[in-house]
């Protein structure tokens, strides 16, 4: 199950933007953890991959890894986030920033 996709916006053929629910009902939030749900790291990387293989036909089997990632607010249950992803091709990067009411929750770069 995916979280629910509100909208979504390709700003140009690398970068898009996408506006989710993050429904309680989400198994990523089933014991992680248990006074606190919160929306895990990993999880929020693997859904940047989907939405990139999806919108930006990045393959998914190029991942390599997560540079300079920063988790700066839990995501919680119900929380609508917008998510930005941007592929730098050049560089063989997927940026990504996931915001709660316009302030920054987490970033990173994942190499491809």
């Known amino acids: 199950m995916l979280p629910i996709l509100k909208h ?9 933007q996408l506006t989710l629910v993050l429904s309680k009902e989400l198994f990523w939030f ?4 248990p006074v606190q749900a919160i929306f895990p790291g990993v999880a929020q990387i693997d859904l940047v991959m989907k939405y990139a293989k ?3 036909q990045v393959d998914s089997n190029l991942f390599k890894g997560v540079d300079v990632i920063k988790f700066q607010q839990p995501l919680f249950p119900d929380d609508i986030v917008t998510l930005a992803i941007e592929l730098i091709k050049e560089k063989q990067l997927l940026t990504f920033q996931y915001k709660v009411k316009d302030v920054i ?3 990173g770069k994942i190499t491809l």
């Open 8 to 16: 979504y916006q390709c700003i140009d053929e690398n970068s898009l």
């Open 30 to 33: 089933k014991g992680h953890f």
């Open 54 to 56: 999806q919108y930006l």
């Open 105 to 107: 929750a987490s970033s």
